[in-house]
Every structure is written in structure tokens, then in C-alpha cells.
Antibody, heavy 117, light 110 residues
Framework: QVQLMQSGAEVKKPGASVTVSCKAS????????MHWMRQAPGQGLEWMGR????????NYLQKFQGRVTMTRDTSINTVYMEVRSLRYDDTAVYYC??????????WGQGTLVTVSS | QSALTQPRSVSGSPGQSVTISCTGT?????????VSWYQHHPGKAPTLMIY???RRPSGVPDRFSGSKSDNTASLTISGLQAEDEADYYC??????????FGGGTKLTVL
């Protein structure tokens, strides 16, 4: 079955960068987009962007353009999301999810990123 | 781009039906048949319940159904059960390879 295994929790200082990974198994890695979402404490889900693992082409929500980079390594079926210049309001659980057409069929377990001085 | 509008909370008794609305614009919900709904129990990963407005993934009970009229999509849960208590999020394609979520609705089973 499809599994998306995300990296562990991170604590970072303001201004630092964080990279979250998402290792996929159980399907053809290059056949589905991978999306990234986040959920800040007490808030709803927010879509951040997507990557086409086959081509590496990315699409980002405008507010994250220039501060977020999504990449992939097809040799190990893993996608990465880097967030730079972290702010306190970047504290959130970050999720990866496998896309089909325009829905999110399978989700990772989530990675808590805490920004704290 | 503002989040889709959902009621903050809804409630119902076991066996009853509830409907959660999701209002967008003619640029997202009204423009595409790509509305999906997710059930989210706190501390767990969200689960896809409805996709392409009306379709249910295998394994999702037929108590869950979706619909859309103009710029508003809806999720109806009939025969409420205790395990349906969760947060529910709608999501729509918004063009230019972007998605947009609703603010989420907390369903309480009384």
C-alpha cells in the first residue's frame, strides 16, 4: 500500500532554515505529484505547493515564492521541502501528500516544526 | 487568495444527517469539478473522503456524499456515528496548478 514517511520533528531559531523529507513507497514515485501543506496551531490546513517528481517542476502558493523550495531525489523516492528565513508563525505541522488529479489521496504522518529562540 | 468559507462548527445526534458547506468563488469552486473533502482527527493524518465533487474513494462509507451548486460545495454525512466526530476540510483547484483549502469545520456528534 502507499506509504509516505516524513522526517522527524525539528526545532529551529528564527531566521534559520529547515528541510523536511518525505519518502514514498507502494506506488510509482514519478507518476504522481507530491503536495505540501501545513497546519499552524489552532489553524486550518494551508496548501503550500507541489512538485512533479518526474520533471522536478514546481508550483508554489504565491506567499511562499522565494522562501520555499521543493526538490526530489528519484533514486530514493524522496521529496524535500526547504523553508528559509523561518519566522515564529512558521511553527506548524507540515504534511506531504500524494496527488492524483486535483485531490490528495495519501498523506504523510506530519512533521512538527517549531520556531523558537 | 482567501481560504474557502466553511462554518466553524456543526453538530448532530447519532443517526441524524449534517451538511457542511464550502463557499468559494467563480475562480475556484465555481470554475472546476475538482472539489475534495478531508476528515482530520487531531494528531492523525487527514483522510480523503470525497473527490471530484461527488466521488468516494474505496473504503469510504456511502454515508458520505458530496455535491456542488455554483460557487458552493457541500459534504453531507447521513446516519451520524460517534467516530465521525472530527474536523472536515474542503479543498478546491484554483487554477494555475494551485489548490485552496477551506478554514475547516469541527463536527460534534452529540
Amino acid at each position: 500500500q502507499v506509504q509516505l514517511m516524513q522526517s522527524g520533528a525539528e526545532v529551529k531559531k528564527p531566521g534559520a532554515s529547515v528541510t523536511v523529507s518525505c519518502k514514498a513507497s507502494g506506488y510509482t514515485f514519478t507518476a504522481s505529484y507530491m503536495h505540501w501543506m501545513r497546519q499552524a496551531p489552532g489553524q486550518g490546513l494551508e496548501w503550500m505547493g507541489r512538485i512533479n517528481p518526474s520533471s522536478g517542476v514546481t508550483n508554489y502558493l504565491q506567499k511562499f515564492q522565494g522562501r520555499v523550495t521543493m526538490t526530489r531525489d528519484t533514486s530514493i523516492n524522496t521529496v524535500y521541502m526547504e523553508v528559509r528565513s523561518l519566522r515564529y508563525d512558521d511553527t506548524a505541522v507540515y504534511y506531504c501528500a500524494r496527488g492524483r488529479t486535483e485531490d490528495l489521496a495519501d498523506w504523510g504522518q506530519g512533521t512538527l516544526v517549531t520556531v523558537s529562540s | 487568495q482567501s481560504a474557502l468559507t466553511q462554518p466553524r462548527s456543526v453538530s448532530g445526534s447519532p443517526g441524524q444527517s449534517v451538511t457542511i458547506s464550502c463557499t468559494g468563488t467563480s475562480s475556484d469552486v465555481g470554475a472546476y469539478t475538482y472539489v475534495s473533502w478531508y476528515q482530520h482527527h487531531p494528531g492523525k493524518a487527514p483522510t480523503l473522503m470525497i473527490y471530484d465533487v461527488i466521488r468516494r474513494p474505496s473504503g469510504v462509507p456511502d454515508r458520505f456524499s458530496g455535491s456542488k451548486s455554483d460557487n458552493t460545495a457541500s459534504l453531507t454525512i447521513s446516519g451520524l456515528q460517534a467516530e465521525d466526530e472530527a474536523d472536515y476540510y474542503c479543498c478546491s483547484y484554483a487554477g494555475s496548478y494551485t489548490l485552496i483549502f477551506g478554514g475547516g469545520t469541527k463536527l460534534t456528534v452529540l
